[in-house]
């Protein structure tokens, strides 16, 4: 059963940083997988941000490209995202999702698309004023 908590969010002006975290458990050590970060806010569509494959190569919209930056630690099964430059544009309840790898670049640019193979954290609250 594979479970993914997510941790670091806050509030923070514009022009700041803030570095979200996701813990995962439960995962299958001999299986490759990617992982990554979408957004919701509200009244608007749910945004793929970025996403890591196992082998580190890795995918960024364009809203958030350059600005963010994902990694990930195999060995503590986490992965993380720098925020920097941030905008109030990005507000919103960010998600740490879990697809196979094929689904890596389709978890960014259509998220709604990878859902029925996704595992999903209960997400973390940014907001930047």
């Known amino acids: 059963h594979v479970q993914l908590v997510e941790s670091g969010g806050g509030s923070v002006q514009a022009g700041g940083s803030l570095r979200l975290s996701c813990v995962a458990s439960g995962l299958d050590s001999s299986q490759r997988y990617c992982m990554g970060w979408f957004r919701q806010a509200p009244g608007k569509e749910r945004e793929g941000l970025a996403a890591i494959d196992s082998d580190g190569s890795t995918s960024y919209a364009d809203s958030v490209k350059g600005r963010f930056t994902i990694s990930r630690d195999n060995d503590k099964d986490t992965i993380y995202l720098q925020m920097d430059s941030m905008k109030p544009e990005d507000t919103g309840v960010y998600v740490c999702?879990?697809?196979?790898?094929?689904?890596?670049?389709?978890?960014?640019?259509?998220?709604?698309?990878?859902?029925?193979?996704?595992?999903r954290g209960q997400g973390t609250q940014v907001t930047v004023s």
């Open positions: 999702v879990k697809v196979p790898p094929p689904y890596c670049h389709g978890l960014v640019v259509d998220p709604w698309g990878v859902a029925g193979v996704m595992n």
